[in-house]
């Protein structure tokens, strides 16, 4: 049997769904094929070097799936792209349509599984998809890291920089940084780790700070206290991450850091592992197993 993932991935987007998904497909590829699509290609070669996923490629556009899969394939779907119709479309096309959202109001539509933090009933798996690799002891050799996240197209990091040098900290580069960030960056930080080093980094950390929220769950499941830095008012994560022990910083505001950085709060890993993607990943199974 072959599962097959597809998540949005581009240069404005990041890859936090990308990091998600992938997390639920390493563990079922223990049992089944797996084959992972995502929008562009370099986050499908990221994704084999670095997320521990056996074959991936990019697809360009979301609706390209129907070029890979055929109609009664299984998929589990990790994007908001698509409108009204094409979502029945796609539950109409597969044999079995999985779709991943963390948006607290969204319910599951007939003939779907929905896999959701927040949500329990029919046609619910409920969990969070963190990498079960972050659970794993690991010495905290880096103080204080600093994510901005994946992706910064418009460059605001050139403005956050400068009121974080007195903080002493190292910086996480995103896997979208445009080439000329590191040497611009690098005079107000004590470190800077490509990305390429994202896990041993976040996994190293004591303190993390970060504008992504799937990376600041990557952090509680290390054992990292957490501060979150708010990028939009409505935030599908924010009931998770509060639950998870993640300080909310709201928008960036340095005194406001400062004020967080005093006064942590306490990561909440087991939170995480109640709702653990080793658990989701069962559940999937057993209802694929039921359904075929």
Same mark, same amino acid.
């Given at each position: #049997?072959?599962?097959?993932?597809?998540?949005?991935?581009?240069?404005?987007?990041?890859?936090?769904?990308?990091?998600?998904?992938?997390?639920?497909?390493?563990?079922?590829?223990?049992?089944?094929?797996?084959?992972?699509?995502?929008?562009?290609?370099?986050?499908?070669?990221?994704?084999?070097?670095?997320?521990?996923?056996?074959?991936?490629?990019?697809?360009?556009?979301?609706?390209?799936?129907?070029?890979?899969?055929?109609?009664?394939?299984?998929?589990?779907?990790?994007?908001?792209?698509?409108?009204?119709?094409?979502?029945?479309? #796609?539950?109409?096309?597969?044999?079995?349509?999985?779709?991943?959202?963390?948006?607290?109001?969204?319910?599951?539509?007939?003939?779907?599984?929905?896999?959701?933090?927040?949500?329990?009933?029919?046609?619910?798996?409920?969990?969070?998809?963190?990498?079960?690799?972050?659970?794993?002891?690991?010495?905290?050799?880096?103080?204080?890291?600093?994510?901005?996240?994946?992706?910064? /197209?418009?460059?605001?990091?050139?403005?956050?920089?400068?009121?974080?040098?007195?903080?002493?900290?190292?910086?996480?580069?995103?896997?979208?940084?445009?080439?000329?960030?590191?040497?611009?960056?690098?005079?107000?930080?004590?470190?800077?780790?490509?990305?390429?080093? /994202?896990?041993?980094?976040?996994?190293?950390?004591?303190?993390?700070?970060?504008?992504?929220?799937?990376?600041?769950?990557?952090?509680?499941?290390?054992?990292?206290?957490?501060? /979150?830095?708010?990028?939009?008012?409505?935030?599908?994560?924010?009931?998770?991450?509060?639950?998870?022990?993640?300080?909310?910083?709201?928008?960036?505001?340095?005194?406001?850091?400062?004020?967080?950085?005093?006064?942590?709060?306490?990561?909440?890993?087991?939170?995480?592992?109640?709702?653990?993607?080793?658990?989701?990943?069962?559940?999937?199974?057993?209802?694929?197993?039921?359904?075929?």
């Amino acid at each position: #049997m072959t599962i097959y993932f597809y998540a949005h991935t581009d240069n404005r987007t990041g890859l936090d769904r990308l990091r998600r998904s992938a997390a639920l497909a390493k563990e079922l590829q223990k049992e089944y094929e797996v084959y992972f699509m995502t929008t562009e290609f370099r986050s499908a070669t990221y994704a084999k070097q670095h997320l521990g996923i056996k074959k991936a490629v990019g697809i360009e556009d979301f609706r390209n799936v129907g070029t890979i899969c055929e109609r009664g394939d299984i998929l589990v779907y990790d994007s908001n792209e698509h409108n009204e119709t094409i979502h029945q479309e #796609m539950i109409d096309f597969f044999g079995a349509f999985i779709r991943i959202s963390y948006d607290p109001k969204d319910l599951p539509k007939e003939k779907e599984i929905l896999i959701s933090p927040y949500i329990v009933g029919e046609n619910v798996i409920n969990g969070i998809l963190v990498d079960m690799d972050y659970f794993k002891d690991r010495e905290k050799s880096i103080d204080k890291l600093f994510f901005y996240g994946d992706s910064d /197209y418009e460059k605001r990091m050139l403005e956050i920089a400068p009121q974080l040098k007195d903080f002493q900290m190292e910086f996480l580069e995103g896997f979208y940084f445009f080439v000329d960030m590191e040497e611009k960056l690098t005079p107000f930080f004590t470190t800077y780790h490509p990305y390429e080093e /994202y896990q041993e980094s976040i996994r190293s950390a004591r303190t993390f700070l970060s504008f992504s929220p799937q990376s600041a769950l990557e952090a509680v499941a290390a054992g990292a206290k957490t501060i /979150y830095i708010q990028s939009k008012e409505e935030d599908e994560y924010l009931s998770v991450l509060e639950r998870a022990g993640v300080k909310n910083l709201g928008y960036f505001d340095a005194t406001h850091l400062q004020e967080a950085l005093l006064n942590p709060s306490v990561p909440n890993k087991e939170y995480l592992q109640s709702l653990s993607v080793e658990k989701v990943a069962k559940r999937l199974s057993e209802y694929l197993k039921s359904s075929s």
